[in-house]
């Protein structure tokens, strides 16, 4: 660099404002020059400060919270985030360029039209009472505790391919009485506690939280692609043919039996309903928990993809019953298991009245050593007659490969067991799988 060169730089630098002095410049109303008025990012909150400069372009965030400005200017350039909680702005320039908006707690009534938003709107506690035409909110909507009673049909949240993130529209608190035909929310919807009765048959979300609402039915032949969460809902049955390709969470609500053709992609939860049968078309791509109902059998050929959880009240299983995840029988009426049960994960039996294992009982994706018996994950034993007899047998076997197995026995058992595991370790080679005794 030239000396010349090096003099001129120096002098930007030592000319240059800090944002402390910018920050005073714009309290007391100095006038700014061309060069202060592009920022990098700016925080006024909570001074006295009442009014912003034309031409203020700020490349980041602008924080105007707990200010005692009541207007913004025509031509504010905010590429980050604009703040104006708490304060009295009532209205956003027609043009305003943003990447997102947290408005809570402040006077803002009004939005104007075609307002694109790439991340985030909040507006809740608010004096917003309606919402513009064309407006896209790429992250989340927050209009909780605010007056609106109706969303526009064009509305899209969550739907920005750019936005990395998980987004929500919040509709809880408000008057909002209906959902629009072709409502498309990127992430949860949030419909806890509104007067909300019924769902569009078009909606779509990951996730819809019905707690506290007054919804009594489901539309017909449902199809839904994400997940619905209706417990504590005045739901008492579900629509033939239902699809809910996530989970299903009926726990604690008065359904009392499930409909044809039922689909759920992942998880269904039924605890503490007033079930006592399931479908013999009843398909769940995910884990099932049964607990606290009065189910005593399960339908023949019945197969789980994710973990099962059965009842106290369940006495038997179907003949050729197999359950990818883990199978929880613990505390249940069962005193035998079918002779060709597989299981992917973890089997316990603490508290049963089971007094023999099945020989072509599969519990993992080991290979089979002894006695036709497969253990690649948990066998959980403890608290039933099988301890001694198990141990007696040494039925032990090899894991998959590279599986690392977790060994746990009751003190009176742990020496006896100690020594058959060690030895088949020793006689077979590789590792063995979890035998908790």
Known sequence: MNPSSLRISLKSLLNEITPGQLKNKLIKG???????LNVRKLDLSNTDITSLPPGLRVKRDLNLKNTKITS??????VGGFLS???????????D????????????????PDDLEIDSHLYLSDTKITSLPKNL????????????????????????????????HLDLRGTGITSLPKGLKVGGDLKLQDTKITSLPDDVEADMIWMRGTPITSLP???????????????????????????????????IDSLPNNLKVGKRLGLTNTLITSLPDDLEVGGGLDLRGTEITSLPAGFKVKGGLIVPKATTSLPADLTVRGSLNLRGTAITSLPDDLKVGDTLDLRDTGITSLPNRLKIGWAMPIQYNKYLG???????????KQYIKQ?????????????????????????RLIRRDIESKGGKVGTIII
Do not use: C, M, Q
């Open 96 to 111: 305003l360029g943003v990447s997102g908006i947290n408005a809570i707690g402040s006077a803002l009534a009004s939005l």
């Open 220 to 254: 017909d032949n449902f199809t839904f692609n994400g997940s619905l969460h209706l417990k504590d809902t005045p739901i008492t049955s579900l629509p033939d043919n239902l699809k809910v390709g996530g989970h299903l969470w009926l726990d604690d609500t008065k």
């Open 377 to 387: 994950y948990h066998l959980d034993l403890r608290d039933t007659p099988l301890v």
């Open 136 to 167: 896209k909110v790429g992250g989340d909507l927050d209009l909780e505790n605010t007056k609106i009673t109706s969303l526009p049909d064009d509305l899209e949240v969550g739907l920005n391919p750019a936005y990395i993130g998980y987004a």
């Open 30 to 36: 100095v006038p700014l020059t061309p060069e202060e």
């Open 394 to 418: 040494a039925k032990i076997v090899r894991s998959a490969p590279g599986y690392v197995p977790y060994l746990k026995f009751s003190d009176s058992d742990k020496d006896v067991a100690r």
């Open 84 to 94: 104006i909680g708490k304060t009295e702005i009532t209205s956003l320039p027609d």
């Open 72 to 77: 913004l200017p025509d031509d504010l350039e």
